[in-house]
T-cell receptor
Framework: AQTVTQSQPEMSVQEAETVTLSCTYD???????LFWYKQPPSRQMILVIR??????QNATENRFSVNFQKAAKSFSLKISDSQLGDTAMYFC???????????????FGKGTLLTVNP | DGGITQSPKYLFRKEGQNVTLSCEQN?????MYWYRQDPGQGLRLIYY???????QKGDIAEGYSVSREKKESFPLTVTSAQKNPTAFYLC????????????FGPGTRLTVT
């Protein structure tokens, strides 16, 4: 079974600064996907960024980027130029790569509450 | 607009009553999922369905039931057998086998007293 660990229950950052959220995972799979989801106070889950394990290049989406270290099973999220709207709970999630119909189950970490201070 | 709707946003029930949470999607997605979220916890999978008239138990299915009679709809019933039903419930859907992203609804907060 896969497990996802987020070791930072809470973090804070000043507006316009950079912050990095940590995530480690445990799996025996070689092909999989990793995700960061954001859950703001509205509680709507929003996909921030995804990474395919077979890709060596780290994914980036505007101010969001990841540091994917496959051997270390580490998948951290870097938020640059933090904005007040980035205040949210951030969840790291894992999904096995499947061929054909299968469940595409997401396994989530417990989340990191990020507060951006003005 | 395409998306996933869950209703109602807040739901209150008395202990011992069954309650059904609604989830509808117009994204033409094949797969649908129900997750439960508790304070300080990540999301945990309750049930999932890959096609109409088929569904499988997730990690915490005890005390819950589902049906998938239509592609667009995947209602979740929280039965009186569920020991701790008060939680935030999220529904998600996913497109075909070439897609691996799950899209989430706005959630339903269920409070049982």
């Amino acid at each position: 079974a896969q497990t996802v660990t987020q070791s930072q229950p809470e973090m804070s950052v000043q507006e316009a600064e950079t912050v990095t959220l940590s995530c480690t995972y445990d799996t025996s799979e070689n092909n999989y996907y990793l995700f960061w989801y954001k859950q703001p106070p509205s509680r709507q889950m929003i996909l921030v960024i995804r990474q395919e394990a077979y890709k060596q290049q780290n994914a980036t989406e505007n101010r969001f980027s990841v540091n994917f270290q496959k051997a270390a099973k580490s998948f951290s999220l870097k938020i640059s130029d933090s904005q007040l709207g980035d205040t949210a709970m951030y969840f790291c999630a894992f999904m096995k790569h499947h061929r054909g119909g299968s469940n595409y189950k997401l396994t989530f970490g417990k989340g990191t509450l990020l507060t951006v201070n003005p | 607009d395409g998306g996933i709707t869950q209703s109602p946003k807040y739901l209150f029930r008395k202990e011992g009553q069954n309650v059904t949470l609604s989830c509808e999607q117009n994204l033409n997605h094949d797969a649908m999922y129900w997750y439960r979220q508790d304070p300080g916890q990540g999301l945990r999978l309750i049930y999932y369905s890959q096609i109409v008239n088929d569904f499988q138990k997730g990690d915490i299915a005890e005390g819950y039931s589902v049906s998938r009679e239509k592609k667009e709809s995947f209602p979740l019933t929280v039965t009186s057998a569920q020991k701790n039903p008060t939680a935030f419930y999220l529904c998600a859907s996913k497109g075909g086998s070439s897609s691996y992203e799950q899209y989430f609804g706005p959630g339903t907060r269920l409070t049982v007293t």
